[in-house]
Nanobody, 126 residues
């Protein structure tokens, strides 16, 4: 069982930066057993993939819309995963969710993930 808690969201201006954090609490298995991802859901839209990182942190994946602006990382000693978001745009507005996947596969697909956090709101003003 795993619990994920996101933090770091807020209200910012276009061009600003934010760093989201996700803390994992596990009762069984280890944090390094999971690949981790970030998804977001804009108002009135479906949830979409943003970024993912392998269990070691050595491999990352990004959606085209955030590539070059966002960086995902993890600290396995602290059971944490981060999303550094730079050059934020109004279209980045949404609820950002952290998720954990036991199996490897297409990390852009929601169905791969076993655990989800409650989300943190990011609002980017023009």
């Amino acid at each position: 069982q795993m619990q994920l808690v996101e933090s770091g969201g807020g209200l910012v201006q276009a061009g600003d930066s934010l760093r989201l954090s996700c803390e994992a609490s596990l009762s069984t298995r280890q944090f390094t057993d999971y690949g981790m991802g970030w998804f977001r859901q804009a108002p009135g839209k479906e949830r979409e993939f943003v970024a993912a990182v392998s269990w070691s942190g050595g491999t990352t994946w990004y959606s085209d819309s955030v590539k070059g602006r966002f960086t995902i990382s993890r600290d396995n000693a602290k059971n944490m995963v981060y999303l550094q978001m730079n050059s934020l745009k109004p279209e980045d507005t949404g609820v950002f969710y952290c998720a954990a996947a036991w199996y490897t596969g297409d990390y852009a697909k929601e169905t791969l993930y076993d655990y989800w956090g409650q989300g943190t709101q990011v609002t980017v003003l023009t």
